[in-house]
């Protein structure tokens, strides 16, 4: 787990809760996750088909949002943001509109597992609200994109495992 | 096989590292239930809030065979999450009257499902009646979701890790649900 030394470097912004633990690791999980999913939905992008060019831009640009939120609180509560990777490994070859479903659904699992960790990683309570939207908007993604495929059953009880 | 996404292989790891953690610090699954007559447990409200749910759902598919087979695997995964509580309750579970299961998990979820049916939940209060129209019926249901994912997430942010970890996950489950009702 990436555990990067605080920025001693101070932008005038003092720490918001000061009185909260783990925020940079909570956030930090859900930021490299957040850079993991925007890189797969490219390859989403390119074989979904024609007919959900607008779900994925749509889930795209959600994601993007919530990644330049995410690295603004970073550095608010002194990280400094993980970079995304220039590549990451498939779980499985996308080649098809099935497939990239499939992966659509991937990326919003590991989304929610993330910040589903996020959300025990701290006790400040409005990096938990963020993780907690976070982790449901993902929850929300990945059925749509069960009902789209289809597959069945489109929910799961506990999202992010 | 292609290998696992790197950053999922690190998301994993900590993950099992977050689980260590909040096993460590407060002690695991079953938080410490008070046996003084103080508060009763916050969890209890969840869990009736769950079993009510449960209930509801069973009335509306015994209702509206037409949408049956759409609501219940819903149907289960409030079973799972009402499972899941009654783990995580502890001894304080038993205060309540309620069903005898008390595994967590899909398994348990599934197998109250397939037995249930229309049948009555031993602990749900009987709730308001089936509305006239499926139309309505379904629109009960998904405000009754929007309700709890909200009342979860809430107590979700001020409760101790291990808890706050499963109320987020049952609260993104029932904002999940949303999007599944006709």
Redesign the interface.
């Known amino acids: 787990?990436?555990t990067p030394a605080p920025t001693p470097t101070d932008t005038g912004t003092p720490s918001p809760t000061p009185t909260g633990t783990g925020q940079v690791q909570a956030l930090q999980?859900g930021l490299?996750?957040e850079?993991?999913v925007i890189w797969g939905y490219g390859l989403v992008g390119a074989h979904a088909g024609d007919a959900l060019l607008a779900q994925v831009r749509d889930d795209d640009d959600a994601h993007r949002t919530l990644r330049d939120d995410t690295i603004g609180l970073v550095g608010r509560y002194g990280g400094d943001p993980v970079s995304t990777?220039p590549e990451?490994?498939?779980?499985?070859?996308v080649t098809d509109r099935a497939s990239a479903l499939r992966l659509a659904i991937h990326l919003e699992e590991?989304a929610?597992?993330?910040w589903?960790?996020a959300?025990?990683?701290t006790?400040d309570?409005e990096v938990?609200?963020t993780?907690?939207t976070a982790?449901?908007d993902?929850?929300?993604r990945?059925?749509?994109w069960r009902?789209a495929l289809p597959t069945?059953?489109?929910?799961?009880?506990?999202?992010?495992? | 096989m292609?290998?696992?996404?790197?950053?999922?292989v690190?998301?994993?790891?900590?993950?099992g590292?977050?689980l260590l953690?909040?096993g460590c610090t407060s002690g695991g699954p079953s938080s410490p239930a008070p046996t003084s007559p103080a508060a009763p447990d916050p969890l209890l409200a969840e869990l009736a809030d769950e079993r009510s749910l449960i209930a509801a759902y069973d009335a509306t598919m015994a209702r509206y065979p037409a949408v049956r087979a759409r609501l219940r695997?819903?149907r289960?995964?409030h079973a799972?999450?009402a499972a899941?509580l009654v783990t995580a309750l502890g001894a304080a579970a038993s205060s309540s009257p309620g069903e005898a299961t008390s595994s967590a998990g899909?398994s348990a979820?599934s197998s109250a499902g397939s037995s249930a049916g229309g049948a009555t939940p031993s602990a749900a209060p009987s709730g308001s009646p089936v509305p006239a129209t499926v139309a309505a019926a379904v629109a009960v249901l998904r405000a009754a979701e929007r309700s709890a994912?909200s009342a979860r997430?809430t107590v979700?942010?001020?409760a101790p890790?291990?808890r706050?970890?499963l109320l987020?996950?049952?609260?993104?489950?029932e904002?999940?649900?949303?999007?599944?009702l006709p």
């Open positions: 787990m990436t999980t490299a996750a850079h993991a990777e990451y490994a498939l779980p499985f070859p590991g929610a597992a993330a589903r960790y959300v025990a990683a006790d309570v938990r609200r993780a907690l982790l449901s993902a929850a929300v990945a059925t749509r009902l069945s059953p489109a929910t799961v009880a506990f999202p992010g495992g | 292609v290998a696992v996404a790197r950053r999922s690190l998301i994993g790891g900590s993950l590292v977050g953690v909040a695997s819903v289960d995964d799972a999450h899941a899909s979820g994912a997430g979700a942010l001020t890790p291990d706050a970890r987020a996950g049952i609260s993104a489950s904002a999940s649900h949303v999007a599944v």
